[in-house]
Every structure is written in C-alpha cells, then in structure tokens.
C-alpha cells in the first residue's frame, strides 16, 4: 500500500511539474500581421488628402475641406499628427459615388482609404510610392440619407485604419 502511495504521489507530482512547465512556456501570436499591417507600425505623421470629386456629393453640399479635418481630429486623437509636403506617408481618402438611372434617388457610395509610402522594389531597384494599406467600405442609401451615411460612416472607417496602427505597433 505505501508503494502505492508512493507511485501515486510521484505520478501526481510529474503531472502538476510537466503542467506547470507547459504554462510557462512563452505565449506566441497565433498568427502574424500581415505586411499590409505591418507597414502601419509606429505610424506618427501623415499627409492627408481627400478626393470627393462627384456631382452628387456637390449636390448634397459634402466638402472635402470639412472631411479632412474630421480626419485630421481622428488622427489626433490617436497621436498622429497632420504633415503636408515631406514625403512622407500619405493618407488618402477617395469618396466614389454611383447612381443608376433606373432608381434615381439611390446612390451609392465607397470610402477607398490608403497609406501610401516609399517602399523600395527589389526587382527593379527602385524606391516607389505606392499604397501599402487600403481599405474600402461602402453601402447603397438614398439621395435624402447621403450626407448623414457619409457622416455616420466616416468615423467608423477611420476607427477600423487606427485600430490596425495600433495592433502593427503593439506587435513590433
């Protein structure tokens, strides 16, 4: 009986030793970042430019002025301050409208926003501004709800970019 004991309490000892050992183990990511993300880490300046350029956006009086400085409050609020002609990244905002004839009062529309930043291209040799990070997001409304849904949806589409920032530059 007391060899049985024995090999229990050696038994139970190993298997509280190997759990304990498991536990500390360091805790890997489950995945990594893509390099779309990646290219968004320690993100601390950008130059923002905002191109609305449609004849309905002009109808429902959105200015480009008014979006980019509800982006540049976003930004600064995240600790990433406006620049403008360093040639540094650029953080560009297209509005896409589109109407159909059939159904004259819907219209839809897409935010395409970008990072673009000077990467260099190993096959040709060169350095190159391109985009490293795109989003787009877009809904059908009607002519009546097309500012309020601009308005609405342009927080969420820069909440969504600065949520990525900020998950690139916790990783590095």
């Known amino acids: 009986m007391k060899i049985r004991n024995l090999v229990a309490s050696v038994l139970a000892a190993l298997l509280i030793a190997s759990a304990t050992w498991v ?5 890997k990511p ?13 993100l601390e300046e950008v130059e923002i430019k905002v191109q609305a350029l449609s004849r309905v956006l002009d109808e429902v009086g959105l200015k480009s002025a008014t979006v980019h400085g509800r982006m540049v409050e976003a930004l600064a609020d995240s600790g990433i301050l406006p620049s403008e002609g360093t040639g540094g ?19 839809s529309f897409t935010y395409h926003l970008s990072l673009e930043q000077s990467v260099t291209v ?3 040799d060169e350095q190159v501004h ?10 059908l409304t009607t002519k009546d709800k097309l500012l ?4 609405r949806l342009l927080p ?4 969504h ?10 990783a590095s």
């Open 23 to 27: 536990a500390a183990a360091p805790i």
């Open 30 to 42: 489950a995945t990594k970042l893509s390099s779309e993300i990646r290219s968004l880490r320690d």
């Open 156 to 159: 969420i589409v820069m909440r």
């Open 122 to 124: 190993n096959r040709i």
């Open 89 to 107: 990244p650029v953080l560009r905002l297209v509005i896409l409208t589109q109407t159909e004839p059939d159904y004259p009062e819907m219209v």
């Open 130 to 139: 391109v985009p490293t990070y795109a989003l787009v997001h877009g809904t």
């Open 148 to 151: 309020p849904d601009l308005n």
């Open 161 to 170: 970019f600065l949520e990525r920032v900020k998950m690139a530059s916790r």
